[in-house]
Nanobody, 128 residues
């Protein structure tokens, strides 16, 4: 079992920044990849970013490249999503997820069904 708790969401003006954190517990954090997704009411949950277990590989959705950065601190069992130059269309509930049962060391999956554990989500609201 893995427990994930997100924090850092809030209200910010367009052009501003937020850093989301996701604290993990329950299994050896450094052994699995992590991802961030977001969900807007009435729309499908969409992939934002993923990072390998050691942190050396990352992949971000095109719509956040150059604005968002994913990182992790395995000593703190935490993954981060640094969000800069925020836009109103970034408003969503952001979820972190753990890819615990990956069949390979790094698959960089963007598919939500590939992630085994999810946090409760944190709301990000960007005002125009």
């Amino acid at each position: 079992q893995v427990q994930l708790v997100e924090s850092g969401g809030g209200l910010v003006q367009a052009g501003g920044s937020l850093r989301l954190s996701c604290a993990a517990s329950g299994r050896t954090f450094s052994r699995y990849a992590m991802g961030w997704f977001r969900k807007v009411p009435g729309k499908e949950r969409e992939f934002v970013a993923t990072i390998s277990s050691g942190g050396s590989n990352t992949y971000l959705a095109d719509f956040v490249k150059g604005r968002f950065t994913i990182s992790r601190d395995n000593a703190k069992n935490t993954v981060y999503l640094q969000m800069n130059s925020l836009k109103p269309e970034d408003t969503a509930v952001y979820y972190c997820a753990a890819d615990v049962n990956s069949p390979s060391a790094w698959r960089g999956t963007t598919t939500s069904n590939d992630y085994d554990y999810w946090g409760q989500g944190t709301q990000v609201t960007v005002s125009s």
